[in-house]
């Protein structure tokens, strides 16, 4: 399954600045769309301002119009002058305007009957004042009930009017409750929307980062595997190559390092085993008996002699290891016969200090190889006979566990110094806490055990601090784990 590749600008500024524009997009749209809606809101409120001031002044215009026809009406007729005959005209104009303007504003049906039947009604009246037989006082008392009802319907108007500024001021009311509605959910939207942007661009921009940082760990862990290579920025994808020079520089290093082991461990074998068998023979007395000064120095350079081929050994089982050189192969192993046979190579160390064993791990079994796992019991017991002090015990126990096996080797001696407990199974390091004399210990024990453990999938560590003593912890396969 091809899985489909990002493409990345050449630089991490570029993507920095795509990124936050991406972010910062769904705000722009949401800023440009309120500014729309608040234009059009400002529209509809001018709209419906210009509206309300029509109708105001309309329906005034119209009454006031009735009015003044009605007072022209009773000139023309109380005075008897035909010459007041022509200002009836006005005050009809005037009515007509405020007519039309009305109908150009947005009335409902029963409105613009009301308005038809009171122009209408307008009409009626005008043509009868302009047709008549001619002015009289009876003639105008006559046709007072036709202007208080033109009166009468100019106020019904008039109370449609404010009706329709009502109206009005309710729609621009009911627009920006929608507005504000809108703006609310607009806000819910875009604020996950950013979120969700901002998280995705994290995400991409962190990914050749993450990549760096398992490649950089991974040199840290010891793993000096070739890696997948960075993805990303061109910037970023050249400090990947840099940290993958360094991973090779250290693999040249390392190998470097191995050969210089063996090498240097070789050329000292041949020459420690001529010195110490001439050790053996001047302790053992073949060139001549020797004095209790001359017996004791020759037992010291046994010791010393005995120790240095320790060391060697250890470094030779260290390089070995490193290389990988010794395959491991898994099979059911009880843990007593392994712990039997570490014990017996152990048997004079313990014995010079009178270190008693104690051992509980019934029919525990792993599942590992055998030279290895007695390496690993050797080095533990080693390093607990190292630290017991005279007449000490070492106990050792193994239990199953989930089906694992868990093994415990614990010692009586001065406990590890809390600074020590991170870097305890690092190569060549030795801890703060030493045991007295004048040899030490050379670092390689405990990382041969590591490296051991871990190669056949198991994991070690020291237990918390207890008074008396370390206790180191083996988790190891189980028989059971094979079978699967």
Not at 236 to 246: A, H, I, N, T, Y
Not at 289 to 303: D, F, K, S, T
Not at 312 to 341: C, F, H, K, M, W
Request: charge should be neutral.
């Amino acid at each position: 399954m091809i899985r489909p590749r990002l493409r990345y600008p050449r630089s991490f500024t570029t993507l920095l600045l795509v990124g936050l524009s991406l972010v910062a997009l769904p705000l722009l749209a949401g800023m440009l769309r309120m500014g729309y809606m608040l234009d059009q809101m400002a529209r509809e409120g001018r709209q419906s301002v210009a509206i309300t001031v029509e109708a105001t002044r309309a329906t005034r215009q119209m009454a006031e119009s009735a009015l003044a026809l009605e007072r022209a009406a009773g000139q023309y007729h109380v005075l008897q002058d035909p010459a007041l005959g022509a200002s009836l005209l006005a005050p009809h104009r005037d009515f007509l305007a405020a007519v039309a303007t009305l109908r150009r504003l947005p009335l409902d049906g029963r409105q613009q009957r009301q308005l038809s039947a009171i122009e209408a009604m307008e009409a009626t009246l005008f043509d009868g004042l302009a047709a008549g037989a001619g002015p009289g006082a009876r003639r105008f008392e006559a046709l007072g009930p036709e202007f208080d009802r033109l009166h009468r319907t100019a106020a019904a108007m008039t109370l449609e009017g404010n009706r329709l500024i009502d109206q009005q001021v309710a729609a621009l009311g009911r627009t920006a409750d929608g507005i504000r509605r809108t703006l609310i959910g607009q806000a819910l939207a875009l604020v996950p929307l950013s979120l969700l942007m901002a998280g995705l661009f994290s995400w991409v921009v962190a990914q050749p980062l993450r990549q760096l940082a398992r490649a950089i760990r991974r040199i840290g862990e010891h793993d000096l595997g070739a890696g997948p290579p960075v993805e990303g920025p061109r910037d970023l994808v050249f400090l990947g190559e840099q940290v993958d020079w360094l991973r090779r520089r250290l693999l040249e290093l390392e190998a470097q390092q191995g050969r210089f082991l063996r090498q240097v461990s070789h050329e000292l074998k041949t020459p420690l085993a001529a010195l110490k068998e001439g050790v053996e023979l001047l302790a053992d007395g073949v060139a001549g008996e020797l004095g209790p000064q001359q017996a004791e120095v020759a037992e010291i350079m046994r010791n010393n002699a005995r120790d240095l081929q320790l060391r060697i050994e250890d470094l030779l089982s260290y390089s070995r290891l490193a290389q990988g050189a010794n395959p491991l192969t898994a099979s059911p192993l009880a843990v007593a016969e392994l712990l039997e046979a570490a014990g017996q190579r152990q048997a004079l160390a313990m014995l010079g200090k009178q270190v008693k064993l104690s051992a509980d791990v019934g029919d525990a079994r792993v599942l590992g190889d055998r030279a290895g796992l007695e390496t690993v019991l050797d080095n533990l017991l080693a390093n607990a006979i190292r630290f017991s002090p005279e007449g000490g015990s070492i106990e050792v126990t193994a239990r199953k566990l989930d089906g694992r096996c868990e093994i415990v080797v614990c010692d009586a001696g001065p406990g590890v110094a809390p600074e020590d407990r991170e870097r305890l199974f690092q190569p060549y390091y030795r801890g703060r806490i030493q045991r007295p004399g004048p040899l030490r210990g050379s670092g390689l024990g405990l990382a041969i055990v590591k490296e051991y453990v871990e190669a056949q999938g198991g994991e070690v560590g020291l237990l918390e601090a207890r008074p008396g003593g370390a206790c180191f912890r083996i988790l190891l396969p189980g028989p059971e784990e094979g079978r699967d």
